[in-house]
């Protein structure tokens, strides 16, 4: 928690309560995406050169790109996107979007619960870690934004969970005392508490409201025409839009977006129809609708996406697919050297795959955060945010 | 964060001659500064109940501080509270055992045995209807069955007639109360079964705690045994009268964390509660430690159910299944010595070989500990410098135990977590060495290492005197408990305390919630501390009802009463000012009742 000096106002939030016309310097920001149940990789960004992705999945693979909405968007003659996720094309070709394949946690567990875990405290394998990789890279700075770590859930996750203070919100407008009277007397009483703990995170509180209730005076409006689809992960994004517009001192928001566990009948009678076609339908959309939006702001930004492990690369009886390893990221935003799928593909044969059944991992995730973390956020210290993992392998992902 | 801990140490001058901010080294001088007999009282009802009652105040000073602590410690000598025991009635799981619980309430696995012919349905009418539902699902997903879901049995308008109908739908919420309980009990299920999701919803806070159960089992079978859990602990804090024992119930779980979430976690944390840790909060450490150890609930949580000697995988086929050495390292590192205690990666990797085989049997089959010698490592074992002969079985497992519970280093880190969740984050010295003294000398007896913390000058003493921040758990079951609230459902208080940052059962880390008040002070916290201290007293819960009469008509003197002492002056102040705005605006206004929700969310009441 930080501390302020009485009776002074911190930069950021003179900014935001009084618009002065001097803004300070930008903050980088990352945003991080968990999609929660195991994303299915492989029907994500297919491997349309891989005959065995063919032989190993005979009714849910994504046909070749053919041109037809019903089949892979070309993205390298090698690697097509899901038809379903077409609006992130025109992002990818402006060379703003990085994909990276076969990346994911080393560690072999397949349950979500262990997995998702070990990806949010960053510490592959290790159970005990008290707290999570987002909010471990935020630089060790003093007057520091009292939002400076935002969650857009009910609950804080694990990944920013940590000596930072972060707040989950589920939206902006319940960060307030819902009593016009009591709000005011909680703040007196807070301020003038001889209390130093509670007299501190007191002001931040009052602040923070404030801010939240500063940049709610007029309704957003999305730029650029953007229109943000229906749904929790569009919600979150748009508010995230808000929250960076407002220059209110965010660094890390969060949020996630589930039901990525497609056990049976994964896909329709179509490539574009059923349950991930779906998924992926509402996730394109919305994070081309938050590009869109941000516009230039967009340069300070990255959004990064993550699932705890990938999917087996066989189907299964069910028109589904069960628990596998390695899986697909997203990166996108300012500095991003994109338009290309990066990573080394480890092939699918049978011996190329992991423990003979899924697709093995060439890319450990925390080679793709660390580099943001290092070279976007200005973090240098992977040492602490990745404890045991000190030197990533960066994938030269962010522009020189 | 550090360097606020050493404010708060120094905060505890409040109800205090003023001080001078001096270094952090003069805080240890406050360990020896003593408390008035007043304060004394009211620093043991912070400290070892979850916060004083109307009345506890006078009670204690009449039995005398240290014979009431005395009685604490012997919770078998103290009366319960009837009212506890009804409320505990209706929750049925929590008596039950765990093949019981499995067999009881829908359940994904419960889905798969049904369905595999391995388990017959369950009695319940609710839960039968349940799950049939869930198996046509199953079914439908599996594509061997493409009809249409199922009707309910008997349609609602065969149950009820159109009058009673509408107003199910339409009432006010006291006729449908009053609808609701005129239902006869051979009825009611049919009912439940045939009325919409959304329905049962809307009725949960308006039915009683009965067929409030029974509307959960309708929705979210899944559900149910959480909310069991949740609403008993919610009741027990609230109303028991062996308030240290749950106070250390809450302590011990906390230590030997298990995630309720975590998959067959969901069906074996009641009786990991009630026969693994209640039992012995206040016994020999040992035998609290064995039964962790032989907990399905645990041995599943940290994955030793599947750690098998490399060379013993079942059947000899190829396995994916070898050590694993989650539970080994989490004994040493959490339950037992703590991270500084002098192990090594060795020593993880041969205590996790001495648990090999230590695993539980599957979920159908009653999801018990078992220990299964096909599956121990054989080999001899070192650990922390002692031989463990080849040739071993389950007793390899015991001897670690044996090792570790006697440990010096255990015998610190107890005694120093203790100390920081009862006397202050940052514990004096002495203090620790004496507790750890007392935990060897008695081979951890637990109810004398409290007796010897609770018994010290330094418990006692200003150092102490509300140096810590109430848990989320504790504000809010403190606010009831203060303002003397009646709670008919207790789960929108544990949904609360979710959102304060502590959720219930639900702490994904094995570490447990941090004994430190840091863990507790954000932004988000502070002000759900606030939002409920309005909610409540101005009676906007659901369940619960606060009787405003109790307040007294002096805004100042309803924060003594709700405070048990008297308001800081910045809280005074601003109470009054308040009131006068208040007045001014509208002479009608509930006055009591914004001073009582302002005493509640003050700083003085985060404290205790």
């Known amino acids: ?400 | 964060m550090r360097k606020t801990l050493a404010f708060a140490l120094f905060f505890c001058a409040l109800a205090l001659p003023a001080r001078t901010a001096k270094k952090a080294a003069s805080d240890d001088s406050l360990f020896k500064k003593k408390l008035s007999k007043d304060a004394q009282v009211i620093h043991a009802l912070d400290r070892l109940t979850f916060g004083p009652r109307p009345g506890d105040v006078e009670e204690v000073r009449k039995i005398g501080v240290r014979k009431w602590i005395e009685l604490q410690l012997h919770p078998e000598r103290i009366k319960e509270n009837p009212e506890l025991e009804r409320k505990l009635a209706p929750l049925q799981s929590l008596r039950m055992t765990q093949a019981q619980t499995l067999a009881a309430y829908p359940s994904p696995e419960l889905v798969r045995a049904v369905a595999l012919g391995l388990q017959k349905p369950p009695e319940d009418p609710i839960a039968r209807a349940q799950l049939e539902r869930m198996l046509r699902r199953f079914e439908v997903k599996k594509g061997t069955d493409q009809s249409a879901p199922l009707e309910p049995r008997v349609p609602l308008a065969d149950l009820l007639t159109r009058e009673q109908i509408r107003t199910l739908r339409g009432g006010t919420p006291s006729e449908k109360t009053q609808l609701l309980a005129s239902i006869p009990e051979d009825k009611i299920d049919d009912v439940i079964v045939a009325l919409p999701p959304e329905l049962r919803g809307q009725l949960m806070p308006l039915a009683s705690p009965v067929v409030r159960r029974k509307l959960l089992l309708a929705n979210q079978p899944q559900q149910l045994v959480f909310y069991d859990l949740a609403e008993a602990k919610l009741y027990r804090a609230i109303l028991s009268n062996r308030q240290l024992e749950e106070e250390l119930v809450d302590f011990w779980y906390n230590h030997f964390n298990v995630y309720i979430d975590k998959g067959a976690d969901r069906f074996l944390v009641p009786s990991y509660e009630r026969d693994v840790i209640r039992p012995h909060v206040l016994g020999k450490f040992r035998d609290l430690l064995e039964a962790t150890a032989n907990s399905p609930a645990m041995m599943f949580y940290l994955d030793n159910w599947q750690s098998v000697a490399p060379d013993r995988a079942p059947n000899g086929r190829r396995s994916r299944r070898g050590l694993n050495e989650n539970y080994a390292r989490e004994l040493m590192e959490l339950h037992t010595l703590g991270v500084d205690g002098g192990y090594t990666q060795k020593d993880v990797t041969e205590v996790a070989r001495c648990f090999t085989g230590w695993t539980i049997r599957a979920p159908g089959a009653g999801g018990e500990f078992f220990y299964n010698d096909r599956l121990h490592d054989k080999g001899e074992k070192v650990v922390l410098g002692v031989t463990i002969p080849a040739g071993g079985g389950k007793e390899d497992g015991e001897k670690v135990l044996d090792i570790l519970a006697n440990h010096p280093a255990t015998a610190r880190f107890i005694s120093k977590e203790l100390a920081q969740r009862f006397v202050a984050d940052n514990p004096p010295a002495e203090l620790i060495d004496r507790m750890s003294k007392t935990f060897l000398r008695t081979h951890g007896d637990l109810r004398e290492l409290m007796r010897t913390m609770l018994e010290s000058k330094e418990f006692f003493s200003a150092g102490a005197y509300r140096a810590k921040v109430k848990t989320p758990l504790e504000m809010i079951v403190a606010s009831i408990r203060a303002t003397g609230a009646q709670v008919d459902y207790a789960f929108p208080l544990a949904q609360r305390i979710g959102q304060l940052g502590e959720p219930l059962y639900r702490k994904v880390e094995p570490t447990g919630y941090s004994n430190a008040n840091a863990e507790w002070v954000s932004s988000a916290s502070l002000l759900g501390r606030m939002n409920f201290a309005l909610a409540l007293a101005q009676n906007r819960l659901p369940g619960v009802k606060v009787d405003a009469e109790r307040f007294a008509s002096d805004p100042v003197e309803t924060a003594r009463l709700l405070l048990f002492t008297d308001p800081s002056p910045a809280t005074r102040d601003a109470i009054e000012k308040a009131m006068a705005n208040q007045k001014t605006k509208d002479p009608k206004a509930a006055i009591p009742a914004l001073a009582a929700a302002l005493a509640l969310g003050s700083p003085d009441f985060q404290r205790k």
């Open chain 1, 1 to 400: 928690m930080a501390m302020f000096g009485v009776g002074s106002t911190p930069a950021w939030l003179s900014r935001a309560l009084y618009a002065q016309d001097t803004p300070g310097p930008r903050k980088k920001i990352l945003v991080a995406i968990f999609q929660r149940g195991a994303v299915d990789g492989l029907n994500v960004v297919v491997p349309h050169g891989e005959q065995r992705y063919y032989d190993l999945r005979p009714t849910i693979a994504v046909p070749r790109p053919d041109g037809t909405p019903d089949s892979a968007i070309d993205l390298d003659g090698f690697f097509g996107l899901h038809p379903s996720l077409k609006s992130l094309k025109p992002i990818y070709d402006s060379g703003h979007l990085a994909i990276v394949h076969a990346a994911g946690s080393p560690d072999p567990t397949r349950s979500h619960f262990d997995a998702q875990d070990y990806m949010e405290s960053g510490t592959p394998g290790r159970k005990a870690t008290p707290d999570g990789w987002l909010n471990r890279a935020l630089p060790q700075e003093p007057r520091e934004s009292p939002v400076r770590a935002v969650s857009f859930t009910a609950d804080l996750p694990r990944s920013l969970r940590g000596r930072n203070d972060a707040v989950a919100i589920a939206n902006l407008s319940d960060f307030q005392v819902r009593d016009a009277a009591g709000a005011l007397s909680f703040e007196e009483m807070y301020a003038g508490a001889i209390d130093k703990v509670l007299n501190g995170t007191g002001r931040e509180t009052f602040d923070a409201v404030k801010l939240m209730q500063s940049i709610q005076k007029q309704p957003y409006t999305p730029a650029n025409g953007a229109s943000y689809p229906g749904g929790r992960l569009g919600n979150s994004l748009r508010q995230i839009a808000q929250l960076i517009k407002a220059d209110v001192g965010l660094e890390v928001a969060f949020t996630d977006v589930a039901g990525w566990d497609t056990h049976v009948n994964e896909v329709g009678a179509k490539a574009s129809v059923g349950q991930l076609p779906n998924l992926l339908a509402n996730f394109g959309d919305t994070l081309a609708a938050f590009y869109r939006d941000l516009g230039d702001r967009m340069a300070d930004v990255i959004v990064v996406t993550m699932s705890e492990f990938g999917r087996t690369a066989r189907e299964n009886g069910n028109r589904g697919t069960d628990h596998g390893h390695a899986n697909v990221m997203f990166v996108f935003g300012g500095g991003v050297k994109g338009g290309k799928v990066y990573g080394d593909w480890p092939g699918m044969a049978e011996e190329q795959l992991y423990e003979g059944r899924d697709l093995n991992l060439t890319t450990d995730f925390r080679d793709v955060l660390g580099e943001l973390v290092a070279r976007h956020m200005g973090n240098r210290q992977l040492a602490s945010v990745f404890p045991g993992y000190a030197e990533p392998r960066f994938r030269g992902l962010l522009g020189a």
